[in-house]
């Protein structure tokens, strides 16, 4: 795996990470404020929660969620289930880990080609968040982006002498 | 070609996948396209080229849910405490109670475990964290290899029952329970565990002394300091799952606060010069990213295959002939069970739930009368929100346990690997007697009910 | 059967939707067409895909027809929610129904990509809360209350009170737990969540007036609609004409009967709004319908024309 794509692929999930620490103190500063909202009804007053706090979740979630993919591939995360392709010989597991390398390799890219195109009907629809009203379609951009990663990743892997 | 047999071919297709060793997400995805393609050619009303429109939006829209956002929420939780190292404070401080007794620090393992498994949704991270805090102790206490390795494995399943567990989310989120009423549902099951856990220790060490060492006593100042350590864990993972047992939040503000908590802490515990580096923060992170991509890249998979499935009309089949039938409900329930845990020794918990509980879950609601029959009327004496949170509970405890039996045990390769001299099969036979009593626990909510069905019922009035 | 269509919706097929509406169309359409057309129903999202996901269905064609709800892809059906907001819909689905079908060439643009069978509604939010009896507005403020929709989420914010949104299943147990006070549902979900037993009161107008109204969408297939010959299209058209509309006008407002029912029996109340009170109400509503107007304009809808028509339409079909 070249140096700078490794790079990449690390500083995308941390990205992702550090959106996710961001969803930890939006959850944080909502459920205090729910809290606050408990306490302030004994005195007859009240605390609103953060409108829309379920809606951001979500959308951030759903950036987050695929930006952990490439990564994951890097690791080869993806679990599987070893229950006798370990007796087989060197050269039929070597052969086999490139077909399972190159169907990732299709499935992201068939992947990220559809969402590519719901990404655009989402925008042309004008879909949006309820309570909000955000789009969503900008939200399809850092998963379709993971998409590519992710196919990149398993492509470098294929490439890689055994 | 009827749908119903192009439906069950691809679940052997899937099943051969697997057996390649092809990853779990990918064999999905790929069954779930392919026998679309071939429904399509039997049934020329299920259009092939239309149904790949579907994967314009069903990628984002099985990611952009806010009840799964607490599945990587629970991972880095678990993953937060590990390197804050507050699993070593939480075993340590057990340790400092009950490891006077012989077997104790085989029971401490036992009770960080179950105390772990408050702050983490996984059995595979329970057991790999408490196995490297614990294993260590546990050799240098002289233990025998195989009688340690076998209690963290089998502690290690504590992870999913104590809520919060991913496993159980997802469970809820398949069948439409409430998230929250399925955590509740496992606490009494879980406390059971631990308990009987504890129990086979107690017996195990008194017939077979030589398995675990005479007791050495924890000297005073080492005492001291690990039930003061203990104390803060003890606050903020007893304040999770309190918080989720008493339905005072709900699982993702839950997940949030844990984080938030265990992330505040951790920094604290830098001026001690421990805790939550940079580095460490990073790994955190790194390895929640894994963990919880192979997670959804499944769940991802899983949305493609049910469309498959569906469209075969495979579980409407099964549950129409279920209705039709007259099974006795509990033997029904059994050979479901016993069939789980076949399926246990060669799938991954989390395909198991995904792909065998949807064709489970119909057949069930059938036998028990259908969505909307009452409790007094029911066949299992049960309503369908009832029903759905017995046969979770069930249905988890028995997909866990294969996580320990043989060929493929997760719980044990794990465990088996970070302890590098001992042999898997040791470690095997180490884990059986938890496994038998395992089974005596099953058959307890099996014929009551009501240990799983008490708490969510006395909390929702 | 010569063709064979495929009907995708979200719900249970214990639902009344199903049972009541499309169970009953589909052996219709059979029989008007001796058994050429077949309906094949997939309840419960079977075919594959999340709720919001069904239009985009039927759109490319995925499935043939689906039964959904336009507010789950808000924006999308910019002028149909017209409909949905407070004081253009009062209380009865039938008068609602026909309404929409008086102006829907006003809404025609939302469905331009669709076959629309049929535009309809249900008989409205009530506003059902756990313990606090609700008599006027400066009873509901600062409570929190589940929003059934975007426009709902308005409503709720204009009463001074705290829209929260969330899936339908956990409303049972966030109401028994304090997470929301209350809820704007209508009576039709009481059986399956147990509403009857966690609410005391049950709010709506002095003459049963609600408070706003969801939409629902039943759609084909345009590519599969003028793929059929003549004589099937016609026995498509014969079928989804005013009788169709006005006959699920009455469905819907038969299906709250039980959940009123089960409130009265188990010792809850249905409070009636006063003149007074009531007023107060749609000063509130009023707002929502003025910032909506205000919304859409940004995408060069004439909000206010839509408004006067369907409130005209309602209000000629309620007698
Ligand atoms: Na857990
Ligand atoms: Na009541």
């Given amino acids: ?162 | 070609m009827s749908g119903e047999i192009i439906g069950i071919l691809g679940l052997v297709v899937l099943f051969a996948l697997l057996a390649f060793r092809i990853p779990v997400g990918l064999a999905m995805v790929l069954v779930g396209i392919g026998g679309n393609f071939a429904l399509s050619l039997a049934l020329p009303y299920l259009r092939f080229e239309p149904y790949l429109h579907q994967f314009k939006s069903l990628l984002w829209n099985s990611v952009a849910n806010y009840d799964l956002s607490v599945v990587p929420l629970f991972i880095l939780m678990g993953y937060l405490a590990s390197n804050a190292n507050l699993s070593r404070d939480l075993f340590q401080g057990v340790n400092a109670f009950v490891g006077k007794y012989r077997g104790g620090v085989a029971m401490s393992a036992i009770g960080a475990c179950a105390g772990f498994g408050a702050v983490c949704g996984s059995s595979l991270a329970t057991a790999s964290t408490m196995g490297r805090v614990a294993l260590p102790e546990l050799r240098r206490m002289n233990y025998a290899p195989g009688f340690a390795t076998g209690v963290l494995a089998a502690g290690g399943t504590l992870g999913i029952l104590i809520p919060p567990s991913v496993a159980l989310v997802i469970y809820a989120i398949i069948v439409e329970a409430s998230i929250l009423e399925m955590f509740q549902a496992a606490i009494i099951p879980g406390l059971i565990a631990v308990l009987f856990f504890i129990f086979a220790i107690a017996v195990i060490v008194r017939i077979k002394p030589s398995l675990a060492p005479e007791a050495v006593p924890m000297p005073k100042a080492e005492r001291r300091i690990a039930i003061r350590r203990l104390i803060p864990v003890l606050l903020i993972f007893g304040s999770i799952i309190l918080g989720l047992g008493l339905g005072l939040f709900t699982p993702t503000p839950a997940a949030g606060i844990g984080v938030f908590l265990i992330f505040v802490y951790g920094l604290y515990l830098r001026r001690f010069g421990e805790g939550l580096t940079v580095a460490r923060i990073k790994e955190s992170l790194l390895a929640t990213a894994v963990t919880s991509g192979m997670i959804y890249f499944i769940l991802f998979g899983a949305e493609v295959l049910k469309g498959f499935f569906s469209r075969a009309g495979l579980p409407e089949a099964l549950a129409s002939w279920a209705g039709s039938s007259s099974l006795d409900p509990i033997s029904v329930v059994i050979v479901m069970l016993i069939a789980l845990i076949i399926l246990g020794c060669f799938m991954d918990s989390l395909s198991m739930i995904l792909v065998v509980v949807p064709f489970l879950w119909p057949v069930l609601v059938e036998i028990n009368g259908g969505d909307y029959v009452t409790a007094a009327t029911a066949a299992f004496s049960m309503d369908l929100n009832e029903l759905k949170i017995w046969f979770g509970i069930l249905s988890l405890i028995v997909i866990e346990l294969g996580l320990i039996t043989p060929p493929v045990g997760l719980n044990v390769f794990i465990i088996s690997a970070l302890a590098g001299d001992v042999k898997m099969k040791e470690t095997f036979k180490g884990v059986m007697p938890f496994f038998g009593i395992e089974l005596v626990r099953i058959a307890l909510i099996l014929t009551f009910p009501a240990i799983a069905l008490f708490v969510p019922r006395l909390l929702s009035g | 059967a010569e063709v064979t269509l495929t009907l995708h919706h979200f719900l249970s097929p214990k639902a009344p939707a199903h049972t009541k509406m499309l169970e009953p169309w589909a052996q219709r359409i059979a029989e008007a067409s001796n058994g050429r057309i077949e309906v094949k129903i997939f309840p419960s999202m079977a075919l594959g895909g999340k709720p919001p996901e069904l239009y985009q269905q039927v759109r490319d064609g995925v499935v043939d027809i689906v039964w959904t709800v336009p507010g789950y892809t808000p924006g999308v059906f910019p002028r149909t929610e017209v409909f949905e907001l407070p004081t253009v819909h009062q209380g009865d689905a039938k008068a609602t129904n026909a309404a929409i079908r008086e102006v829907f060439p006003m809404l025609a643009e939302d469905f331009t990509d669709v076959k629309p069978l049929l535009v309809h509604v249900h008989a409205g939010n009530a506003l059902h809360t756990a313990s606090k009896k609700v008599t006027s507005l400066d009873d509901v403020k600062g409570m929190k209350i589940r929003t059934p929709s975007r426009s709902g989420g308005w409503m709720i914010e204009e009463w001074g009170a705290d829209p929260v949104g969330m899936p339908l299943p956990d409303l049972s147990q966030s109401l028994s737990k304090g997470v929301v006070e209350g809820g704007l549902v209508p009576f039709e979900i009481f059986p399956p969540f147990k509403l009857a037993e966690l609410t005391k009161y049950s709010l709506v107008g002095g003459g049963n007036e609600r408070f706003g109204t969801a939409t629902f969408l039943f759609a084909m297939n345009k590519d599969t609609y003028n793929n059929l010959p003549d004589d099937l299209k016609k026995v498509i058209d014969d079928n989804i004409g005013p009788a169709f509309s006005e006959e699920m006008g009455v469905v819907w407002n038969e299906v709250e009967k039980p959940g009123e029912g089960m409130q009265e029996k188990s010792g809850g109340e249905i409070v009636h709004l006063d003149a007074t009170a009531k007023a107060n109400f749609d000063a509130a509503g009023e707002k929502v319908v003025a910032r909506w107007i205000k919304e859409v304009s940004d995408r060069g809808i004439d909000g206010q024309k839509l408004v006067d028509a369907a409130r005209k339409a309602v209000a000629d079909n309620s007698k």
């Fill in chain 1, 1 to 162: 795996m070249p140096r700078k794509l490794d790079w990449i692929v690390s500083g995308w999930a941390l990205l992702a990470g550090i959106l996710t620490f961001l969803i930890v103190l939006v959850t944080t500063i909502n459920t205090a404020a729910f809290g606050a909202d408990k306490i302030a009804r004994l005195f007859g007053e009240n605390v609103a929660g953060l409108a829309g706090y379920e809606d951001f979740v979500r959308l951030a979630i759903s950036a987050v969620a695929l930006m952990f993919f490439p990564y994951c591939q890097r690791q080869k995360g993806h679990v599987a289930v070893d229950l006798f392709a370990e007796r087989f010989s060197l050269r039929t597991q070597i052969f086999l880990e490139r077909i399972i390398l190159l169907l990732t390799v299709c499935v992201a890219l068939f992947l990220a080609y559809w969402m590519t195109l719901g990404m655009i009907s989402a925008y042309e629809d004008f879909a949006s968040s309820p309570i909000l009203g955000w789009p969503n379609w900008p939200f399809y951009v850092p998963g379709i982006l993971s998409l590519f990663l992710w196919a990149v990743v398993a492509l470098m892997q294929l490439r890689r002498k055994p």
